[in-house]
């Protein structure tokens, strides 16, 4: 069996302990952090976030194990800046015309390019890269593995506020992003070569200089043998991430899985892709997403088990099945927009809402 080694990135707000807001780190966390962490953590083009990112990891496990040093790394460094750091999608009050933006050559042709949609674009995601064997066969899986992103996606909500407001949305990151071209469900490749068709188009009619400017909610990396899964908020606890990671791993094992015994997974259109990823922005956990070969709306509880007997086959092959069971837990406490909304309905307070998220990217580490 293919190994399917895994690679997570994670964004992070760094918060005023005093005020709550995002507080500008002035680079010095990401060049304190470079002394141990080296390339495993950079900063953004918003100086009030900081990535960090692990090593390539050969199972869920070892990707735990990262995921938890890279965290533990960057609260001790943001403490000693007096700063904490939030694992949320957005941040519950900050307004993104306040925010200081990261001097940077590539950051500011960005800005140039896209003016306030990239000064707005204040938003904070988990990347996870799962490697494969080869271009052509991620492509095939892909388009695949597009029809399961908003099940995937709702399990990460954790954005419901934006700018002071409770905007309705269990994830409004992604309506923030989408004012980005190249975002979203991408289309249905037919080959590696397609896909390099399309890239290399646009790199000649200068959209693009190059192909990690192509935003989509999962792409094959233009440079890496890996599918990233981009759709999902950052979620609060470290065991969030590592569930969602071990999802996305299972997924496209068994996807290729499928395809080694000369077996496919019917793709569907975007169109009908996008209508699930509406719900799951909206409502999260609690949407009803359209099963769409059956033609008719399904509780998402009801889905999400289905994915998991979907899965059940190589979980063990992959030695995640603990990983994944942690997706009951998520059902059972809602996701993390769930939680901050409970804590805004006890409290009325979006200053209690940053300390509870505070609270909660610390659990774990």
């Known amino acids: 069996m293919a190994t399917f080694t895994l690679g997570i990135e994670e964004e992070f707000q760094t918060i005023d302990p005093v005020t709550r807001n995002l507080r500008s780190h002035m680079s010095k966390l990401v060049e304190d952090g470079k002394i141990t962490l080296k390339e495993r953590v950079k900063a953004e083009m918003h100086q009030a976030v900081v990535e960090v990112g692990t090593?390539?990891?050969?199972?869920?496990?070892?990707?735990?194990?990262?995921?938890?040093?890279?965290?533990?790394?960057?609260?001790?460094?943001?403490?000693?800046?007096?700063?904490?750091?939030?694992?949320?999608?957005t941040h519950p009050f900050a307004d993104w015309v306040d925010q200081l933006i990261t001097p940077d050559p590539r950051y500011d042709e960005i800005i140039d390019e896209m003016r306030d949609v990239a000064r707005g674009n204040l938003i904070f995601g988990l990347h996870v890269h799962v490697g494969i064997e080869s271009r052509n066969e991620g492509i095939q899986i892909m388009n695949a593995v597009r029809y399961f992103l908003p099940h995937i996606y709702a399990l990460s909500t954790n954005s419901p506020f934006w700018c002071g407001r409770n905007t309705g949305f269990k994830s409004y990151r992604s309506k923030v992003f989408d004012k980005f071209p190249r975002t979203g469900i991408p289309d249905f490749f037919s080959s590696a070569a397609e896909y390099d068709e399309y890239v290399a188009l646009l790199v000649k009619t200068n959209c693009i200089d190059n192909g990690k400017k192509i935003w989509w909610d999962i792409r094959v990396h233009p440079f890496f043998n890996t599918i990233e899964f981009r759709m999902c908020d950052v979620p609060m606890r470290t065991d969030e991430t590592i569930c969602l990671a071990a999802i996305m791993q299972a997924l496209v094992a068994k996807i290729h899985k499928l395809h080694s015994q000369n077996l496919s997974f019917r793709p569907y259109r975007r169109m009908l892709i996008n209508e699930n990823k509406w719900r799951a922005a909206r409502y999260g956990i609690s949407s009803k997403l359209i099963d769409f070969g059956k033609q008719q709306e399904v509780e998402y509880k009801i889905l999400i088990h289905?994915?998991?007997?979907?899965?059940?086959?190589?979980?063990?092959?992959?030695?995640?099945?603990?990983?994944?069971?942690?997706?009951?837990?998520?059902?059972?406490?809602?996701?993390?927009?769930?939680?901050?909304?409970?804590?805004?309905?006890?409290?009325?307070?979006l200053n209690a809402v940053v300390d509870y998220i505070v609270s909660e990217t610390k659990i774990g580490i």
Do not use: P, W
């Open 55 to 89: 090593n390539i990891c050969h199972n869920i496990q070892e990707a735990r194990e990262e995921v938890t040093y890279l965290r533990r790394m960057i609260l001790d460094l943001a403490e000693k800046q007096d700063l904490q750091v939030a694992a949320a999608g």
């Open 306 to 349: 289905e994915l998991l007997e979907f899965i059940d086959d190589v979980v063990d092959e992959l030695g995640s099945r603990m990983e994944i069971e942690y997706i009951h837990q998520i059902l059972e406490m809602g996701t993390g927009a769930d939680r901050q909304l409970a804590v805004f309905e006890e409290t009325g307070s």
